[in-house]
């Protein structure tokens, strides 16, 4: 168990635990080994051929290790274990790569589409199979549409091109691995290469491939499964699932979240050093999956470490409340929200909902469009967000969201580079390009961001401290968007620099600005009308950043290297305190060390190591 100290905002130590168990028994699987069979004893000499074997026997204090290979299954638990020392672990091999994949092979003959009609004037060469019935008993992603229900009323301005988006098959096509582009209306096949329709009743596709290529000898692989690894049973605690790939799984948009790596309800999960990618909505879900559905105790005190999510529609990491005490760290989470549905708000690389006591530090969310990076919504309390980088992320709202919390919370230490808008309403080619926010906290109180690095946030504010939500009534009031802290922070090319719903009970200090133009930078909401201000206005009229300074600054940032390289010349802003950070340095603002800061201070460029510690995996 780690001897390391976190404090959280109120001053507690991060609770860490670890997998203590002495595994008696180890069962082995190896779908590749000639004599594998599910009616062998599961030894490594006579091993079972599938995991779900191995899940059905599995007791506390007993582990699977599972061998190098393609498992086209979905892996089921049966139990969970009954502590720390009485654990169930699910490892692959150390050094074998094990995939577990939600699709199968099709190997169908193509023959030319026909019976369908292509807008006039344009042709495209269009190919159509079917897929085998067999293939699908309960759940056919190919027949079920990505949002129904409640969902479905949920934005009534739905615009018609985000209506068809929410409408489009679960079912995704890969081509010799290549994801095909899913379309609404068969005609649409003329204007997309590489792309795909479903014909009712979702047992034929019809497809086109890139340079109007013939898909016969082509290597096809299509979905038909809803999860890659989910209990069956609801609520299971302390299993472990360590070093596997999770790919092409057909789950819905959110909510329900039912991810391709689920926990079910779960707690005291530690979910580590896994790949999971090309997912139709969701990666990985590890809260209560609903809104609406009870939360027990015990719950939340998931270990989520080490791992990448990638290209999934939605969302990567998600969980609906009882996500308490959770620790999420090193992970690499990139290319989310592919299937263009921000408006329903479920979409970021991370989104979780009322977190007590979380620990998020030294993750990397990056390449993200139509998503958000991090978003906490509503009755945070307690948790901590440090040390992480957000790069190359575009949204309507922000690459952090903390949203109407009315306790504590803090976003220290992290880096945030190259942040843009989108438009709000994407079936207007005129529409205006709104949010890009580096922070955005919404109708919260007690939130300190401190010690942050912010570089080429382009169209919103890097600190946004907005009262916007402030009709939202949640814990029985609403948010007031007062007590809020920004401090110590660095900002570099930030046209829009922060932004505070009131001048009273807020403080904004310490931080240090490019030399860069400084008009109408700073904007005051209330009380009415907006004040758009300088730094000299900011300051005389309102109080805030008496001890920030502007200086000569430069930067650059490698997205693939993770390493940041900085110049500072001119005075160093007063560092200021806070309660909340628990620490009695005055170094610098961002993950800048002390020994570097001093150099950065004399005018030479350094290079800074960020303290990420994420390990390279595969993309």
């Known amino acids: 168990m780690s001897t390391e100290v976190v404090r959280l905002p109120d001053g507690t130590e991060f609770p860490f635990w670890a997998d203590k168990t002495k595994y008696a028994t180890t069962y082995h699987v190896a779908c590749e080994d000639p004599g594998a069979s599910d009616d062998n004893p599961g030894t490594r000499r006579k091993p079972f051929r599938s995991i779900g074997r191995a899940a059905e026997l599995l007791q506390p204090g007993e582990r699977v290790v599972v061998h190098e290979g393609l498992y086209r299954e979905v892996v089921r638990p049966a139990r969970g274990g009954e502590g720390p020392d009485r654990m169930i672990s699910y490892e692959a091999a150390r050094g074998q790569e094990v995939v577990v994949k939600g699709s199968e092979v099709w190997k169908p003959e193509f023959r030319l589409s026909e019976g369908w009609q292509m807008r006039s004037g344009r042709e495209a060469r269009i190919w159509m199979a079917d897929l085998p019935a067999e293939w699908f008993v309960g759940y056919n992603p190919f027949l079920a549409t990505n949002v ?104 819905g948009i959110p909510v329900p979240q039912r991810a391709a790596l689920s926990t079910a309800q779960g707690h005291h999960w530690i979910i580590e050093e896994n790949v999971v990618r090309h997912v139709n909505a969701c990666g990985i879900d590890v809260g209560a999956q609903h809104w609406s559905m009870k939360t027990y105790e015990p719950c939340g005190h998931h270990i989520i470490r080490n791992n990448r999510v990638s290209d999934c529609g939605v969302c990567g990491i998600a969980g609906v409340h009882a996500v308490d005490k959770t620790l999420v760290e090193r992970n690499v989470v990139e290319r ?3 299937l263009d549905v921000e408006r329903l708000y479920e979409c970021a690389g991370m989104k979780f909902h009322g977190v007590k006591g979380m620990l998020l530090r030294r993750n990397v969310f990056r390449e993200m469009r139509h998503a958000s990076g991090l978003w906490l919504d509503f009755l945070n309390e307690n948790s901590r967000v440090s040390e992480n980088v957000f790069c190359d992320i575009s949204s309507f709202s922000s690459a952090l969201h903390l949203e109407v919390s009315q306790q504590p919370n803090l976003i220290d230490h992290n880096i945030f580079w190259d942040v843009r808008g989108e438009p709000w309403d994407k ?27 912010f570089g080429n946030i382009k169209d919103g504010f890097a600190l946004f401290l907005t009262s916007a939500q402030h009709q939202r009534a949640v814990g029985g009031r ?25 001048k009273e009970e807020n403080t904004v200090d ?22 758009t201000q300088n730094l000299r206005g900011w300051r005389e009229f309102f109080g805030f950043d008496i001890h920030g300074t502007q200086a000569k600054l430069d930067a650059t940032f490698d997205l693939e290297k993770l390493e940041l390289s ?29 020994q570097t800061w001093e150099k950065a201070k004399g005018g030479k460029r350094v290079k800074v190591k960020l303290p990420v510690g994420v390990k390279k995996g595969r993309k």
């Open 336 to 338: 989310i929200g592919g």
């Open 427 to 453: 079936g207007n080619p005129h529409a205006v390009i709104t949010g890009g926010h580096a922070i955005k906290a919404d109708g919260c109180e007690y939130a300190v961001a401190a010690h942050n690095f």
């Open 478 to 502: 609403t948010g007031l968007a007062r007590r809020l802290k920004a401090l110590n922070n660095i900002l570099f090319r930030c046209p829009k620099r922060v932004c505070v719903g009131w």
């Open 148 to 251: 129904f229900g409640e969902l479905m009323t949920f934005n009534q301005s739905w615009s018609t091109a985000e209506m068809h988006r929410l409408q489009l098959r679960r079912g995704m096509v890969f081509a010799d691995g290549r994801p095909l582009k899913q379309v609404f209306r068969f005609w649409e096949l003329a204007e997309h290469e590489g792309a795909f329709w479903v014909e009712d009743p979702g047992l034929r596709i019809h497809l086109r491939l890139w340079e109007d290529a013939d898909p016969n000898g082509v290597a096809f692989e299509v979905t038909t499964r809803e999860q890659a690894f989910a209990p069956a049973v609801r609520r299971l605690g302390y299993i472990r699932v360590r070093r596997f790939t999770f790919e092409h799984v057909a789950d």
């Open 566 to 594: 900085f110049q500072f010349e001119g005075d160093a802003p007063e560092s200021q305190k806070a309660e909340e950070l628990h620490t009695d340095k005055a170094g610098p603002c961002g993950p800048l060390v002390e």
């Open 510 to 531: 310490g931080n240090l600005y490019d030399e860069t133009n400084d008009h109408m930078s700073f904007l005051i909401e209330n009380p009415a009308p907006q004040a």
